[in-house]
């Protein structure tokens, strides 16, 4: 019942920066928890930032934090990813993924619903 797409991926150099956009297709008079989570080849998908309803209450993995900004978009069904400072370890898949009535954990792709199609970050050194 919601799509998601995932925008602004490319490649960039160590210390650079980027922003991924989320959209979805969900009204915008109601809301979802919006996370981000990256893949790289080989290793499992892990949690990356979260947000909540209404921007109230974000998450950041230890790895990001600080360099990394989630937010929503003024009309309230796109989410940003600003992305500063980036490590060759931020390489990857980058996944938007979201929930209605979100009560899991923000870092476990198994508690988001809804998925995007990815889009892919290179960093490198």
């Known amino acids: 019942q919601v799509r998601l797409v995932e925008s602004g991926g490319g490649s960039v150099q160590a210390g650079g920066s980027l922003r991924l956009s989320c959209a979805s297709s969900?009204?915008?008079?109601?809301?979802?928890?919006v996370g981000w989570f990256r893949q790289a080849p080989g290793k499992e998908r892990e949690g990356v930032t979260y947000?909540?309803?209404?921007?109230?209450?974000?998450y950041y993995a230890d790895s990001v934090k600080g360099r990394f900004t989630i937010s929503q978009g003024s009309a309230k069904n796109t989410v940003y990813l600003q992305m500063d400072s980036l490590k060759p370890e931020d390489s990857g898949m980058y996944y938007c993924a979201a929930e209605r009535r979100f009560g899991g954990s923000w870092s476990s792709p198994k508690d988001f619903n809804y998925w995007g199609q990815g889009t892919q970050v290179t960093v490198s050194s």
């Open positions: 969900a009204d915008t008079d109601r809301r979802l928890s």
């Open positions: 947000i909540s309803p209404g921007g109230a209450i974000t």
